[in-house]
Nanobody, 124 residues
Framework: QLQAYGGGLVQAGESLRLACKAS????????MGWFRQVPGKEREFVAA????????GYADSVKGRFTISRDNAKTTMYLQMNSLKLEDTAVYYC???????????????????WGQGTLVTVSS
């Protein structure tokens, strides 16, 4: 089970940190990722991290602004979002799947478990 939280309303240029708490199996069993979705559009990849935390990947639109990390001891994954833009407004979902130690996944179909989503609204 995954629970995402930390969303909210911020102004453009500000920062926000999302968290995703995993329960059940130890989180180090899972490769994890963040996706986002706006109404009328498909869910899109934002960032992902391997089970070990050594490998990460980002969408081009967030590279250099967002940082994904995990604390397996706390069974929690994070997404630090800096320099937020209006187009970052979306519902953000965390996802997890049983994966290889040093591999992460960019596609929604790779993930077996999803959190409920947390809304991020960036205003001008």
């Amino acid at each position: 089970q995954l629970q995402a939280y930390g969303g909210g309303l911020v102004q453009a240029g500000e920062s926000l940190r999302l968290a995703c708490k995993a329960s059940g199996r130890t989180s180090s069993t899972y490769s994890m990722g963040w996706f986002r979705q706006v109404p009328g559009k498909e869910r899109e990849f934002v960032a992902a991290i391997s089970r070990s935390g050594d490998s990460t990947g980002y969408a081009d639109s967030v590279k250099g602004r967002f940082t994904i990390s995990r604390d397996n001891a706390k069974t929690t994954m994070y997404l630090q979002m800096n320099s937020l833009k209006l187009e970052d407004t979306a519902v953000y979902y965390c996802a997890a799947t049983l994966g290889s130690l040093n591999y992460y996944y960019r596609v929604t179909s790779a993930y077996a478990y999803w959190g409920q989503g947390t809304l991020v609204t960036v205003s001008s």
